[in-house]
């Protein structure tokens, strides 16, 4: 019964990671062919585009009260994000050098943003303020970082506004076949999110039932590893083609908006109450740890070694056994 399921849950978890896709590539296509360069399109669509998984099941947890798996989701999956993701990455290419502005800016924000949640948990809960909190943290943030972005948008609505530009395009009778082609895909892409993401918890609710364990763990475990195959495909591409900065702001700023957005919409949706507490608190140290390891390990020399990477494997290793047993 539970192989079955759980072969089930990971077929939905690739329609979902297959889904995103679509979206994000119907999302640039779109963006180009109605000449709309606007910041929620083109910027932090796309710059999110990696987390859409966990947005989701994020939205769809919490809809369906069990935002218990979205907590384990966004916990598991920034512990992956350090040792799986960037450790398999850098244990295949092998070294990878870092920009050390990078380092300064980005790494402490990403540690920030992963502990800010950390310490809400304290009184045991997220509350709706609490992701109120989060959801105006990670909107700090894109504001920061798209600062420039937003001031081109502004000289662009002096001149004409978006919403009257984008309905004129959309309506314009001209629009090839190709063109709604892409608006079809989109919609599709985003109907399989939905569904998908609702199989996912109803399938991962059934497995905590049926192995007497909480649906916390079902997301930090199962779900987390599935959820990250988008930025593990990201980021070996990546360094790859020669660019670790890009590698470094993909699992960066994944783990911003896992901590952050999702969190945040989750707990304003339906607040979420701690009821594995070792688990969380296991979680939670390990999170702590391999985060620091990582920036030690850049910090340093500037760059993340093969052996570096397998220590980091190694961490994620031992971070399971300790929340099993």
């Known amino acids: 019964m539970i192989p079955g399921l759980v072969i089930l849950f990971f077929l939905f978890v690739l329609l979902l990671i297959r889904s995103a896709d679509i979206v994000v590539v119907s999302l640039k296509r779109l963006s180009v062919e109605t000449h709309t360069k606007v910041f929620a399109l083109s910027a932090v669509l796309l710059a999110m585009a990696t987390s859409f998984p966990e947005l989701f099941v994020g939205i769809t947890s919490a809809l369906e009260e069990a935002p218990h798996l979205s907590l384990g989701n966004v916990l598991g999956a920034n512990i992956a994000n350090i040792t799986l993701v960037a450790g398999l990455s850098a244990f295949i290419i092998g070294r990878v050098n870092v920009h050390s ?14 502990i800010i949640p950390l310490v809400m948990l304290i009184d045991g809960s997220l509350s709706r303020v609490d992701g109120l909190i989060l959801l105006a943290v990670y909107g700090a943030y894109v504001t920061s970082f798209f600062k420039e972005r937003f001031l081109q948008i ?51 609710k059934e497995i905590a039932i049926i192995s007497n364990f909480p649906i916390f763990l079902v997301g930090l475990i199962l779900l987390s ?18 660019e670790p900065t890009m590698f470094l702001g993909n699992l960066l700023g994944s783990i911003i908006a896992n ?20 688990e969380v608190s ?6 702590v740890v391999v ?35």
């Open 101 to 114: 502005e990078f380092i300064r800016r980005e790494v402490g924000i990403a540690l920030v943003a992963g």
């Open 154 to 204: 502004a000289h662009q609505h002096r001149k004409e506004g978006y919403v009257h530009r984008f309905l004129r395009n959309f309506t314009n009778p001209q629009m090839d076949i190709h063109k709604a082609r892409e608006f079809a895909k989109l919609f599709i892409g985003v109907a399989l999110l939905i569904f998908s993401a609702d199989v996912i918890v109803k399938v991962a």
């Open 225 to 242: 590893v599935g959820t990250t195959l988008p930025e593990l495909a990201f980021s070996i591409r990546s360094l790859e083609d020669k």
């Open 259 to 278: 901590s952050t957005l999702i969190l945040g919409m989750a707990a304003t949706i339906y607040p979420i109450e701690v009821v594995a507490v070792k």
């Open 282 to 287: 296991i979680a939670a140290a390990a999170f």
């Open 291 to 325: 985060f620091l390891t990582f920036w030690f390990f850049v910090r340093s020399k500037l760059r993340l070694d093969r052996w570096e990477a397998g220590i980091l494997l190694l961490l994620y290793i031992g971070f399971v056994v300790a929340e099993f047993f």
